[in-house]
C-alpha cells in the first residue's frame, strides 16, 4: 500500500487476556520498527526488523511481549496477559534500508487493558 | 538520564511569533539528526532533517552543534497550525543494523491567534 499500515486502530482488552497487534509496511522497505507512546510520555522502542530477522530486540519490556515477521513484510506485536501499565499507542515504522533514514509511521494500535 | 532532552513547554505563543526550540543528544556517536512534528493523538511525521551546516525550510531553520550535542528547530512567523509537539530525534547504528530512531519526549507548541 502506499503507507504503513496498523490494525486494529483501537483495542480495549481485560486484563490477562493476549492481544494482538499487526503492521503491513510500505512495500519494499525491509526494516521495520516497533515504538509504543505512553500518555503524555515519549517514543519508546520495542524492537528492530531486518527482513525477517530481529537484530535489536533490546526495547521489549518483558517476556510478555513477542514479535514476528513473515515474508519480510507483516508484522505482528503480541502482548499475553496483559496488564494495566500495557496501555499505550502502538506505533510501527517502516524504512527503506536503500534510503538510510526517514521512518513511515503507521497510525497506530491504541490499546487499553481494563 | 535521558538520551535525548527536551523542554516539553508548552510554548504559548501568538500568532506571528518567532520561537526556538532546543534539544541536547548524549552519544557522541549519533549519525543522523530530526525533527518530526506530531499532532494530538497522529503518529510523528518528518518535520526535516538537521545538518551541521544548518538547513532551511521555508519558516523552519534548523541547526545542529556536535561539538556541543546541541540540536535546534527555529520557527518564524508562526501559524495557528504549527501547534503540535515537536520531537527531536538521533539516530545511530548498532552492530551495523539499520539506524534506530531515538526520541525526545517532544516540545509542545501552542500558536494563540
Known amino acids: 500500500g502506499a503507507g504503513v499500515s496498523q490494525s486494529p486502530s483501537n483495542k480495549v482488552t481485560e486484563k490477562g487476556k493476549d492481544v494482538e497487534l499487526r503492521c503491513d509496511p510500505i512495500?519494499?522497505?525491509?526494516?521495520l520498527y516497533w515504538y509504543r507512546q505512553s500518555l503524555g510520555q515519549g517514543l519508546e522502542f520495542l524492537i528492530y526488523f531486518q527482513g525477517n530477522s530481529a537484530p535489536d530486540k533490546s526495547g521489549l519490556p518483558s517476556d510478555r511481549f513477542s514479535a514476528e515477521r513473515t515474508g519480510g513484510s507483516v508484522s505482528t506485536l503480541t502482548i499475553q496477559r496483559t496488564q494495566q501499565e500495557d496501555s499505550a499507542v502502538y506505533l510501527c515504522a517502516s524504512s527503506s534500508r536503500v534510503q538510510g533514514y526517514g521512518y513511515t509511521f503507521g497510525s497506530g494500535t491504541r490499546l487499553t487493558v481494563v | 538520564r535521558k538520551e535525548v532532552e527536551q523542554d516539553p513547554g508548552p510554548f504559548n505563543v501568538p500568532e506571528g511569533a518567532t520561537v526556538a526550540f532546543n534539544c541536547t543528544y548524549s552519544?557522541?556517536?549519533?549519525?543522523?539528526f530530526f525533527w518530526y512534528r506530531q499532532d494530538c493523538r497522529k503518529e510523528p511525521k518528518l518535520l526535516m532533517s538537521?545538518?551541521?551546516s544548518g538547513n532551511e525550510d521555508g519558516r523552519f531553520t534548523a541547526q545542529l552543534n556536535r561539538a556541543s550535542q546541541y540540536i535546534s528547530l527555529l520557527i518564524r512567523d508562526s501559524k495557528l497550525s504549527d501547534s503540535a509537539t515537536y520531537l527531536c530525534?538521533?539516530?545511530?547504528?548498532?552492530?551495523?543494523?539499520?539506524?534506530?530512531?531515538?526520541f525526545g519526549t517532544g516540545t509542545l507548541l501552542a500558536v494563540q491567534p
Open positions: 530525534v538521533v539516530t545511530h547504528t548498532y552492530g551495523g543494523a539499520t539506524n534506530k530512531l531515538i
Open positions: 552519544n557522541s556517536a549519533s549519525q543522523s
Open positions: 538537521v545538518y551541521s
Open positions: 512495500s519494499g522497505h525491509t526494516a
